[in-house]
């Protein structure tokens, strides 16, 4: 993926609340899919990195903030390693 596809998904993950359903999206793009606990915890790792992430919805259907920040940090990580 180009450099400036990874750091506009990083801006939006920093600068706003996203819904789930988009967070999960973009774990399925970069990362690879680990298992689902039976709730809304889903469990991803990072193939650079070899790090968890874990993901779970808000009542609302908001992804959390610190998990996007979380994400936004790998990916960081990704764009600067392409």
Known sequence: MPRKDIYGII?????GIIK????KSICEQFFIFK???GS???IYED???NQLVNIQST??????????KQIARLLE???ERE
């Not at 801006?11 to 600068?15: A, G, V």
């Open 11 to 15: 801006s939006r993950l920093e600068n």
């Open 20 to 23: 789930f359903e988009e967070l």
């Open 35 to 37: 298992r689902e606990n």
């Open 40 to 42: 809304s915890h889903r």
């Open 47 to 49: 193939p650079y990195t």
């Open 59 to 68: 009542k609302s259907g908001d992804a959390k903030k610190y998990q996007q």
């Open 77 to 79: 990580r990704r764009g």
